[in-house]
């Protein structure tokens, strides 16, 4: 089998919200899921605020991501 043969349903993932998040859920609520590394090889990017929505990355493009985001690369948020 290869990384993409079977579907992948992000209704099923385990997402998890990042810590920077906003605490009372009033938006601005990055979550994360890697519950499809071990059979498509892939990370979940979502927004709480748009349910449904997301980006499917390599682990090598999320750590590039992670890495240049707290060297600074995008300015301070």
């Not at 099923?12 to 920077?20: D, F, G, L």
């Not at 998040?21 to 990370?43: E, K, N, R, W, Y």
């Not at 499917?56 to 992670?66: C, N, Y």
């Amino acid at each position: 089998m290869t990384p993409h043969d079977s579907a992948l349903d992000p209704s099923t993932a385990h997402w998890v919200k990042s810590t920077y998040s906003d605490p009372q859920g009033d938006g601005d609520c990055v979550q994360v899921a890697t519950s499809f590394l071990a059979t498509h090889d892939l990370i979940l990017i979502g927004d709480t605020k748009t349910p449904g929505a997301h980006l499917a990355v390599s682990p090598e493009a999320f750590a590039a991501f992670i890495s240049a985001t707290s060297a600074g690369e995008f300015g301070s948020i």
